[in-house]
């Protein structure tokens, strides 16, 4: 069955450093990858996504993220943060075997240090 | 803009009281979906609707149910809410089934049940 795994359920950073929240899945087919943030109090908006064609995905906010097939991966980077970015990021897989439906990964919120 | 939106935002419900969630959208898109998020957890899917075919997950409760009755409007009833129910509720859209997986969400209700 699919899973995502996000290992880290916080990381604190400080302001204008970079950061990598990291994000693994388990599936036997072609997937479809997506990052979520969640901002406190607040539905769920989509980050950037992975469907096809190039490994490297730049989503808004100055996020990017990489597929790596071979290492079932797809972490998302920026390389400067800023106190904004505080938030809960999730990372999903789409498949075939899901319906398409969305596999969420449990979250990392982003703790921003000044 | 095009949306998904949410009411109320914040819910307070009594034990045992029955209580109606709202949702709408602009989006005018087929696939309507009801996620229960608790607490530094992933979104939970409750339901979706494709048009107004009803899908129900397999694990969600009886006390759990959803109309819809056209494609902008879509409620969630919990019948008899119980202390384990007080969560965040996300709705959330997708274009078609076979897009499921980009999904738009509203700001979702925070529902409090003393």
């Known amino acids: 069955a699919q899973s995502v795994t996000q290992l880290d359920s916080q990381v604190p950073v400080f302001e204008e450093a970079p950061v990598e929240l990291r994000c693994n899945y388990s599936?036997?087919?072609?997937?479809?990858l997506f990052w979520y943030v969640q901002y406190p109090n607040q539905g769920l908006q989509l980050l950037l996504k992975?469907?096809?064609?190039s490994t490297l995905v730049k989503g808004i906010n100055g996020f990017e993220a990489e597929f790596n097939k071979s290492q079932t991966s797809f972490h998302l980077r920026k390389p400067s943060v800023h106190i904004s970015d505080t938030a809960e990021y999730f990372c999903?897989?789409?498949?075939?075997?899901?319906?398409?439906?969305?596999?969420w990964g449990a979250g990392t919120k982003l703790i921003i240090k000044p | 803009d095009a949306m998904v939106i949410q009411n109320p935002r914040y819910q307070v419900t009594q034990f045992g009281k029955p209580v109606t969630l709202s949702c709408s959208q602009t989006l005018n898109h087929n696939v309507m979906y009801w996620y229960q998020q608790k607490s530094s957890q992933a979104p939970k899917l409750l339901f979706h609707?494709?048009?107004?075919?009803?899908?129900n997950e397999a694990d969600t409760p009886d006390n759990f149910q959803s109309r819809r009755p056209n494609t902008s409007f879509c409620f969630l009833d919990i019948r008899s809410p119980g202390l384990g129910d007080a969560a965040m509720y996300l709705c959330a859209t997708s274009s078609d089934r076979t897009s499921s997986y980009e999904q738009y969400f509203g700001p979702g209700t925070r529902l409090t049940v003393t």
């Open positions: 599936s036997s087919v072609s997937v479809y």
């Open positions: 999903a897989v789409s498949d075939y075997n899901s319906n398409y439906q969305l596999i």
């Open positions: 609707y494709y048009d107004k075919d009803f899908n």
């Open positions: 992975y469907l096809s064609g």
